[in-house]
C-alpha cells in the first residue's frame, strides 16, 4: 500500500468519528510518530474578548490543561508569534519559521519560553476558512519534531481534513452540505495534486499547458471554497471526489 493509500484509509477512519475527541484522538495517534503531540484548534478572538469567552473560541485541543489556562489568562493569542505569523500566511509552515519571520519582542519571547516549559518547542500550523469566511487556526506542538518535506506535506493534509471533519461535526454541516460540480480537468489535477504533483509537473502529464493547470486548480479551490492547495484536496476527498 502506498503512502497515499494510506493516507485515504486514515482519512476514511476520521470521516468515521462521531466526536471532536474523537477526531482528535486519531488525529494525534498518526503526528505523535513525527513528534507533534499536541494539537489547538480554533478561531480567533477579537482583540477586546473576554477572557472567559476565550475557550468558547476553541474547536479541537488537546494541549496540557496548566498551558491553556496560562495562555488565556496572559492574553497571549495576541502576542504568540505563531498566531501572527497564520494571520499572514495561508499556507502550512513550521513553527520555527514563524520565529525567524518576525521580530521577537519581550511578550512573543516570553510566550515561546512558556510554552517550551509544557514541551512544546516546535511544531506545525496553518489556517483554515469556514464557509461563513472565518479563519480558523491550526497549531500542532511537540517537543522535538521530525519532518520530511514529504512527511510535512501528507501530516498537512491529514490535518486538515481532520479538521474539516470537525467543523463538520460542529455545524453538523454534513447534514445541509451543497452540491459542487467539478469539471473533470479540475478533478484530474486535483488527483495530480494530491500526491504532491507541482502544476508543471500536472501539465506534462495531462498534456496542457502548465497555465492551464494552474487555473484548473484555482477553479477548483474556489468551488471548494479553499484558501489552499491541502485544503482543496482534502475537501476534494471529503466529497468523493478523490479516491
Not at 89 to 113: C, N, T
Not at 148 to 166: D, N, P, W
Not at 185 to 197: D, I, N, S, T
Request: with cysteine; hydrophobic share 40%; aromatic share 6%.
Amino acid at each position: 500500500m502506498s503512502q497515499f493509500d494510506r493516507t485515504l484509509e486514515f482519512m476514511d477512519q476520521l470521516q468515521h468519528a462521531n466526536t471532536a475527541a474523537a477526531v482528535c484522538e486519531k488525529l494525534l495517534g498518526v503526528t505523535s510518530s513525527f513528534g507533534l503531540t499536541a494539537l489547538m484548534a480554533g478561531t480567533v478572538p477579537q482583540p477586546g474578548t473576554p477572557r472567559g469567552q476565550q475557550k468558547d473560541h476553541v474547536l479541537l485541543c488537546d494541549w496540557p490543561g496548566e498551558w491553556l489556562e496560562r495562555y488565556v489568562a496572559r492574553n497571549y493569542v495576541d502576542h504568540d508569534p505563531v498566531v501572527s505569523h497564520m494571520k499572514q500566511l495561508q499556507a502550512p509552515f513550521q513553527w520555527r519559521e514563524a520565529s525567524q519571520g518576525i521580530r521577537i519582542d519581550k511578550s512573543s519571547g516570553e510566550v515561546m519560553g512558556d510554552a517550551s516549559e509544557f514541551k512544546l518547542r516546535d511544531g506545525m500550523a496553518f489556517p483554515l476558512v469556514t464557509l461563513d469566511g472565518q479563519i480558523v487556526m491550526v497549531s500542532l506542538g511537540g517537543e522535538a519534531v521530525e519532518l520530511s518535506e514529504a512527511e510535512f506535506g501528507q501530516v498537512s493534509l491529514v490535518s486538515t481534513y481532520a479538521i474539516g471533519r470537525a467543523m463538520q461535526l460542529h455545524t453538523m454541516a454534513e447534514k445541509t452540505i451543497d452540491h459542487i460540480e467539478l469539471t473533470p480537468r479540475e478533478r484530474e489535477c486535483l488527483q495530480w495534486a494530491a500526491v504532491g504533483k507541482s502544476e508543471w509537473e500536472i501539465s506534462q502529464i495531462l498534456g496542457i499547458s502548465e497555465h492551464t493547470s494552474e487555473k484548473h486548480l484555482l477553479n477548483a479551490k474556489g468551488k471548494l471554497g479553499a484558501v489552499n492547495r491541502v485544503q482543496a484536496v482534502a475537501e476534494a476527498i471529503r466529497r468523493g471526489y478523490i479516491s
